[in-house]
């Protein structure tokens, strides 16, 4: 009869053997109204934070991302470009300081790295959602149109998702669902959707953003109606970002006029039907492609 012998594992050895917990998703939902407060929920492999009244945690918000998570997604209402622009701003900041540190010599991406225009990542996923009453009554008037001119812009600036809704407190019950439905690598306009609008700036482009410009029923001058006013933005904008604080109340000021509107002349001009927008900003996808190929 042979003697079974028994492996005693020393407790040091041991400890080195546990499984470690591979780390979470986090999602932070950040919004601008109703009483202060932070909720957390954990969801299967996320860990999401609502902040209401964010601008009061800022300083949470750079703790939370600094920490080691598998991924990070925010998904920020908006609710005024000055807010959505000094957020930005703070998030740019702490990316830029993480891909310097060799603790964190492999920072987050950005999902899509064919961003041409993402000059200012974020090191994250970003969701911005545009409430559809801000876009309301008028949907050609110019400041609806700016709105999404100029959001759009801004998010193809930080490699940026753009959803609108009409129902924010039903989409936003399952932020899972919402994450993967932004990754969407095409837009999706519908209004018998909850989500009737997205735009992945991974399809945007300075081109498609103009082309909104001509689905406006009136002129106004504020419109980026031609690439040339996305680049003098684009120069305004990278300054604000890179520049003093001077540079930065200058970007601030250049926004702040599109919640305001502007007393102009209104003459009613040729409007480009949806399906005709769609066909020219395919026609633009087709003709950058035709370009890289040549070079």
Same mark, same amino acid.
Request: hydrophobic share 40%.
């Given at each position: 009869?042979?003697?079974? /012998?028994?492996?005693?594992? #020393? ?19 950040? =919004? ?7 909720? &957390? ?21 750079? $703790?939370?991302?600094? =920490? ?10 908006? +609710?005024?470009?000055? @807010? ?15 891909? @310097? ?9 950005? #999902?899509?790295?064919?961003?041409? !225009? ?9 969701? !911005?959602?545009? #409430? ?11 400041? @609806? ?6 959001? =759009? ?30 990754? +969407? ?18 399809? $945007?482009?300075? !081109? ?9 029923? &009136? ?14 933005? +684009? ?18 000021? =250049?926004?702040? #006029?599109?919640?305001?509107?502007? $007393?102009? @002349? ?25 370009? /890289?190929?040549?070079?």
């Amino acid at each position: 009869m042979r003697h079974q /012998e028994t492996t005693i594992v #020393p407790r040091k050895m041991f400890s080195k053997l546990q499984v470690k917990e591979d780390p979470k998703e986090l999602v932070l939902i950040i =919004r601008n109204d109703g009483t202060t407060a932070v909720k &957390y929920d954990c969801l299967d492999n996320y860990e999401v934070y609502t902040l209401c009244r964010y601008e009061l945690f800022y300083e949470y918000i750079e $703790d939370l991302i600094k =920490r080691k998570w598998k991924k990070i997604t925010i998904i920020n209402i908006f +609710n005024s470009f000055r @807010s959505l622009i000094v957020l930005l701003k703070r998030l740019y900041l702490v990316n830029v300081e993480l891909s @310097s540190n060799q603790e964190f010599s492999e920072p987050q991406s950005v #999902p899509n790295t064919k961003l041409t !225009n993402c000059a200012l990542s974020l090191g994250l996923q970003f969701i !911005n959602i545009l #409430p559809h009453s801000l876009l309301e009554p008028d949907l050609l008037a110019p400041e @609806s149109v700016m709105i999404q001119q100029y959001l =759009r812009f801004v998010d193809l600036k930080h490699g940026a998702n753009l959803i609108s809704t009409k129902d924010i407190a039903s989409v936003l019950e399952n932020p899972t669902k919402l994450i993967a439905q932004s990754l +969407n690598v095409q837009p999706i306009i519908d209004t018998s959707q909850p989500l009737s609008l997205i735009i992945p700036s991974s399809w $945007d482009s300075f !081109n498609k953003i103009t082309l909104l410009a001509k689905s406006s029923i &009136y002129d106004d001058d504020r419109l980026l109606g031609s690439e040339n006013d996305c680049n003098q933005l +684009n120069m305004l904008y990278d300054s604000g970002f890179d520049g003093t604080d001077a540079d930065m109340e200058m970007l601030l000021g =250049r926004f702040e #006029p599109l919640s305001h509107p502007q $007393d102009v @002349s209104r003459n009613p001009k040729e409007l480009l039907t949806l399906n005709e927008m769609l066909k020219k900003a395919h026609q633009i996808a087709q003709n950058n492609h035709n370009r /890289e190929v040549l070079q």
